[in-house]
Each structure stands twice: as C-alpha cells, then as structure tokens.
C-alpha cells in the first residue's frame, strides 16, 4: 500500500472495525501506511476487512473479541503487538445501540449497554496506553454520541454511556498529555451505517429524507465523513488538539 511522503507508517488498532464507522476507518488508516488491527465482536467480519486491507497491500490483522470481556481485550492487544507492534493509534468505534423508554430499561439491560460502549472504551484505551507512554507518542479517538451532547428520551442508557466516553476521553487526555498522547472524540449524528438502518427498520429512526431534512448540510453523513476526521486526529499533524470533541453531523443543532 502506497504510504504518503514524510508519514511513518504506525501501528493502529480499530474496535468495532468489521462494519460502517470502524471499518472505513480501518480503510482510511491503512491508505494512509498504518498496519492495521481489525478487532470485532464479528470475527469473520474482522477477518473480512483484514483480507480487503491486505489485498491492496496492506499489513493487516483480524481478530475476535468483545470489548467489554476484559481477558478478551488483553489477549488481543498481546496479538497485535506480537504480530504488527506495540498500538500507536487506537480508535474505539465498537458500540451497541439501544431505544428504550426510561421505565423499561432492566437492570441487566442498562449493565450491558454501559459495559459495551464505556467500560468497553476503558478496557481498550487501559490496554493500549502502556505502548503509547513506552513510545512517548500515542493518538486515541473514541467514537461517542451526538446523543451524548443533547439527552435522548429514548436512550437514556446510551447517551449516558456514551457521555462517560466524552467525560473519559478528557480526563485521559489530561493524563496522558505530558507522555505525548492526545486523546480526543468523534460524536457521530445520522451516519449511514448498519446500525443506523437496524435501528430505522426496527422503527426506531425515521426514513432517511426526514434525518436528512434535519440536517443543515442536507444529507445524512456516510462512515468515511467520521473516518476522515478520526484520521486527522490520529496524525502527526493532530499533536496539539486533545481533550476535544469534534462533532461530524452536517452541521446537526444540538
Ligand atoms: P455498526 O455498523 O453496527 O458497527 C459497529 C461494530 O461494532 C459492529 O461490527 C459490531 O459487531 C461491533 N460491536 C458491537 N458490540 C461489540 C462488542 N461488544 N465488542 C466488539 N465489537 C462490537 O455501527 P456504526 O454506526 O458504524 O457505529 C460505530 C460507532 O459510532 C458506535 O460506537 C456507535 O455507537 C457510534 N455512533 C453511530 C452513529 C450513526 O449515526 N451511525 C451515531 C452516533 C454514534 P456486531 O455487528 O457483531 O454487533
């Protein structure tokens, strides 16, 4: 794969990399020289996004494994690092979506939805920011919320997981500024996805015209919008933004 001039090929890690927001994310590292880690709930999906990178020349890794199992994570980070390197870039995408009203969330239910999208984000940043201070260089981008910014009547489960992840996102960006890591979040609004059209069939979202016409820029965002941003805020060029929250939504009023 073509690696751009002056660019140092680093090693990145992608949760959640087997589909929409994670997966271009994986392709928009990789074109840019990274050695890719694909991680995913969906092993075959992983699998499928790491062959694709490695077709067009990449060095690319998939691998099983849920977020939120803490074993799971540590062994996939042990791989990664005994296959392409210490982690230099972590971008957290993985996340689990639910529409509830407030009184029907079960306890078990508001457990998995916070274990998935926050203790998941901590599982994978905890993991990953030994190699970072070790390099004195690290970049990690949580993929968070729109929802997160506003309150969701129906998501009260997810905006409050997925505001920790903004909260968490600042606090490791204070942590870890002076070993050179910065440490910043995507919050995603109306992006086509899977899930998001999981989430329209099940009637939860409304048809894409009515998102759209929501939207100033008039058109719902596609996963190489977020991509492209958590590829900045990945790159050398990135080193003096951190503790941020960069929403990418078409200009969305939150
Ligand atoms: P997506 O297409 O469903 O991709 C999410 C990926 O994460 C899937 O491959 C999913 O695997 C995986 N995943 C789910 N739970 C996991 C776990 N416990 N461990 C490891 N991987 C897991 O969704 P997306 O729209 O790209 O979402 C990416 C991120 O953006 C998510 O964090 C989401 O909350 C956030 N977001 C998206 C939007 C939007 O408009 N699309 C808006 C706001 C926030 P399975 O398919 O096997 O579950």
Known sequence: MPQTEGRRSRVAVVTGGASGIGAATCHRLAERGHRVAVLDLDGDGANRVAKELRSRGGDALGLAADVADRPAVDAAFAEVRAALGPTEILVTSAGLVAFDRFE???????????????????????????????????????????????????????????????????????????????????????????????????????????????????????????????????????????????????????
């Not at 309150?151 to 009260?156: K, V």
């Not at 329209?200 to 998102?211: D, F, K, R, S, T």
């Open 104 to 254: 029907d969330i079960t306890p078990g239910r508001w457990n998995r939805i916070v274990d998935v999208n926050l203790t998941g984000t901590f599982h994978c940043c905890q993991a990953a920011v030994p190699d970072m201070v070790a390099a004195g260089w690290g970049r990690i981008v949580t993929i968070s919320s729109s929802s997160a910014q506003r309150g969701s009547p129906t998501m009260a489960h997810y905006a409050a997981a997925k505001g920790g992840v903004i909260v968490l996102t600042k606090s490791l960006a204070r942590a870890y500024a002076s070993d050179g890591i910065t440490v910043n979040s995507v919050p995603p609004s109306g992006i086509e996805t899977p899930m998001q059209h999981r989430s329209q069939e099940e009637g939860n979202l409304p048809a894409n015209e009515v998102m759209a016409g929501a939207i100033p820029l008039g058109r719902l965002g596609t996963p190489d919008d977020i991509a492209a941003a958590a590829a900045f805020l990945a790159s050398d060029e990135a080193g003096f933004i951190t503790g941020q929250v960069l929403g990418v939504n078409g200009g969305a009023v939150l």
